[in-house]
């Protein structure tokens, strides 16, 4: 590490005692919001809570030093825990930990291979998808707790939405999810009523995480479940990291590692499977909390993790008896918040390309319950419709010289694996002008499928008797040609 990117470190950390406490204060709001979020996570992925609370704990202070974003909290909760329920369901948490332990590692290797380059290819249509389908897959999780369940539920999940929404209204000092969960623990507590509680979900952390290593047997045919749940749960959570990231650098006006967040992320999930805890990614709402609250530093992300433990280790007689309606109204909250309900309005007014490929990447998504393959669907679409918008852009202008005898071809715009069948049937081969001159001054070749196409046309008029010349290719063109087609220049 040189000298600039170690004061740039300690800057991070905080370099004054206002910048110091305002992180501190900042990381603590920010926990409160964490551990509801997690709880209700864990139960969607279908493991003990505190599976969820380690790992959010082990991930928040791994990332503080080793995460790319400065400020962004991360923990054991969004989209990563939708990927990891139907490995959980399927085969059980030793797998799980596997997974997780197999999903850091790919995330290790996706940054020291600076593949965080690959995010440029997500278009705004298909993250503003990705973002809508997370929050209807949130959404359809709840579905099991209000389904089949006493009737106090209802009026409980109604109670701990009006608190949700009114109570910022009144005062932010206090994150509302917290205060939910507080009301109506509370009515719980003092009105005895057959509703389900978050020990009933499952097991509760009773002492600090110790190191765990997966039961599991090592084989290929472990590795062949394992792997592909892994590498969605890798690739998922970096896409949701990275859109956290951009966010803040968007809050912040200040830029972040991209390729340092995909390694340190990794590192911190192996931890977190180390110590039988989920992956875990960036986590929006939380991040967004922390920073708005004053956080800047990675102080206010080592806090956050920090506090947590000291929170569920203290607190855990309390946490057992909050009534599973209060996560069900915090995740309704949560889904509601993510979807972009403006991308409603802008399907009419957006270019058809692009709402096809937001729609097509929320319902493949929705349909699979699967985010990576969603996201794969619709970054594909967007390079299909690329390619077509951009093969129409090429033009073949025909002109004829007659003292000459000379058939001249100007070519504008890009030539490449789209477009080069059309840029070769604009050619016309019957033509018995004595010299043909295809002017490229205004096009670019891209790949060996235009040069292919250009070296074609080129050999079919020779053959015919046609002295064929071609001009104007620009620098890079040329090196092509000259490497795949080197017969295709000069006159013959």
């Known amino acids: 590490m040189t000298s600039h990117q170690l004061s740039r470190y300690r800057a991070e950390w905080g370099t004054s005692l206002g910048d110091v406490k305002r992180d501190i204060l900042a990381g603590m709001v920010g926990t409160f919001a964490l551990i509801p979020e997690v709880i209700a996570f864990s139960f969607v992925a279908g493991v003990d809570p505190e599976v969820g609370l380690f790992a959010s704990f082990i991930i928040g202070i791994v990332i503080a030093f080793t995460g790319g974003r400065p400020a962004m909290i991360s923990g054991a909760a969004g989209s990563v825990a939708l990927v990891a329920a139907a490995l959980v369901h399927g085969h059980g948490l030793q797998y799980l930990l596997l997974a997780t332990l197999l999903a850091g590692l790919f995330q290790i290797a996706f940054g020291l291979l600076r593949l965080d380059v690959l995010m440029r290819f997500v278009s705004r249509s298909v993250r503003t998808g990705f973002v809508n389908a997370l929050a209807i897959l949130i959404f359809s999780a709840q579905l099991p707790q209000m389904l089949h369940v006493p009737w106090q539920t209802y009026p409980m999940i109604a109670l701990g939405l009006a608190v949700i929404y009114l109570v910022p209204r009144l005062t932010t000092a206090i994150p509302s999810p917290l205060i939910c969960i507080l009301v109506l623990t509370a009515i719980s507590v003092a009105l005895p009523m057959p509703l389900r509680t978050v020990v009933d979900l499952g097991r509760l952390p009773h002492s600090l995480p110790a190191l765990v290593i997966p039961h599991v047997p090592m084989t290929l045919a472990t590795l062949g479940i394992v792997a592909p749940y892994a590498l969605a749960m890798a690739v998922v959570g970096l896409l949701e990291s990275m859109m956290t990231a951009s966010v803040v650098d968007e809050l912040t006006e200040t830029t972040s590692a991209k390729a340092r967040e995909c390694w340190g992320l990794g590192i911190a999930n192996v931890a977190a499977g180390l110590f039988g805890g989920i992956a875990g990614c960036g986590m929006i709402g939380q991040t967004v ?176 008797g046609m002295a064929v010349e071609v001009i104007g290719l620009n620098e890079a063109s040329a090196v092509l040609v000259d490497r795949h087609a080197p017969l295709v220049q000069g006159v013959v």
């Open 289 to 464: 909390g922390n920073v708005r609250y004053g956080g800047r530093g990675r102080l206010s992300t080592f806090v956050a993790g920090l506090f947590l433990l000291v929170l569920i280790v203290v607190l855990r007689p309390w946490v057992a008896r909050v009534p599973v309606a209060a996560l069900v109204a915090i995740m309704i909250m949560v889904s509601i918040s993510t979807f972009s309900w403006g991308s409603i309005r802008d399907i009419v007014r957006h270019p058809k390309v692009s709402s096809v490929v937001m729609l097509a990447t929320v319902a493949v998504t929705v349909v699979t319950s699967d985010l990576a393959v969603g996201v794969a669907v619709g970054v594909l679409l967007s390079g299909v419709f690329f390619a077509f918008k951009v093969m129409r852009l090429m033009d073949v202008r025909v002109g004829y010289d007659a003292p000459s005898d000379t058939r001249i071809y100007t070519v504008s715009g890009q030539i490449f694996f789209a477009s080069a069948d059309e840029f070769a049937d604009r050619f016309d081969l019957r033509d018995r002008a004595a010299h043909v001159r295809i002017d490229l001054g205004g096009a670019h070749l891209w790949d060996i499928t235009a040069v292919g196409a250009l070296e074609a046309v080129v050999t079919k008029m020779r053959r015919h």
